[in-house]
């Protein structure tokens, strides 16, 4: 079943990304479904399915599947482009992809999944720790740091950026918890730090460096103690 999903995840990923040029994706936008490199695109599809699946007529109707679900899934899409935000039209039409990649394995190869997998303990543990690391560490971090207001900057920014990049980080200090690798941690704050130094450079007194410097140490408390936490509780469940 795993091999089976991984070659047909592997021609799902050479069509749609590494044979698909930029070219392709902005003529396709302009004319939709009357663009040639659509049709150029579903018949890559189809050649990169015959190799994975190693011309095999036992998956013919498996790839016929794959193939004409591919060029609807396309079709909708080009017709929502500008009508639907394109980053959640990206993650739909990956989605659907998937799922026929996954209907089309269980016709083949039979699984089950069951609801009951979800409330596994241990998947909830996980699922508590992720969104304290990332939601409710940022909500933590804001009331603890609200107590310092530094004085408004005119530098450009990007929107809610300094939000995204704590809880990535955080996300990648409790994984690096959790998979016992703590010199990865050491990695994370040495790039932080280089990245930051332009910004503590600049600064004419020691407000912004001692700003940074509690927020950094309160964004990896956090999620080091969760990520202890985590390995505490998981041999338990």
């Given at each position: 079943m795993i091999v089976l999903f991984i070659k047909l995840l592997l021609a799902h990923l050479v069509g749609?990304?590494?044979?698909?040029?930029?070219?392709?994706?902005?003529?396709?936008?302009k004319h939709k479904i009357k663009s040639k490199y659509l049709y150029a695109h579903i018949a890559i599809h189809f050649i990169a399915l015959l190799f994975v699946l190693q011309f095999s007529f036992k998956y013919i109707w498996g790839i016929v599947i794959l193939t004409v679900s591919h060029f609807i899934i396309d079709a909708i899409k080009l017709h929502l482009n500008g009508v639907v935000n394109?980053?959640?039209?990206?993650?739909?039409?990956?989605l659907a992809h998937l799922t026929l990649i996954a209907i089309v394995v269980r016709i083949y190869e039979p699984f089950t999944i069951t609801i009951d997998t979800i409330y596994d303990p241990k998947i909830l543990l996980a699922i508590c720790c992720i969104i304290f690391v990332t939601v409710v560490s940022s909500i933590i971090m804001k009331i603890i740091i609200s107590k310092w207001q530094l004085e408004e900057t005119n530098e450009a920014s990007l929107k809610d950026a300094g939000a995204y990049i704590g809880m990535l980080e955080r996300l990648f200090v409790f994984t690096f918890i959790v998979l016992n690798y703590w010199a990865g941690i050491g990695f994370l704050i040495t790039a932080k730090s280089v990245f930051r130094f332009g910004d503590l450079s600049k600064a004419k007194d020691r407000k912004l460096t001692e700003y940074i410097l509690i927020g950094t140490l309160l964004s990896f408390g956090l999620a080091i103690g969760c990520g202890l936490l985590f390995n505490y509780i998981l041999p338990l469940l």
């Open positions: 749609d990304f590494l044979l698909q040029p930029s070219k392709w994706v902005a003529d396709k936008e394109s980053r959640w039209l990206f993650c739909l039409d990956q």
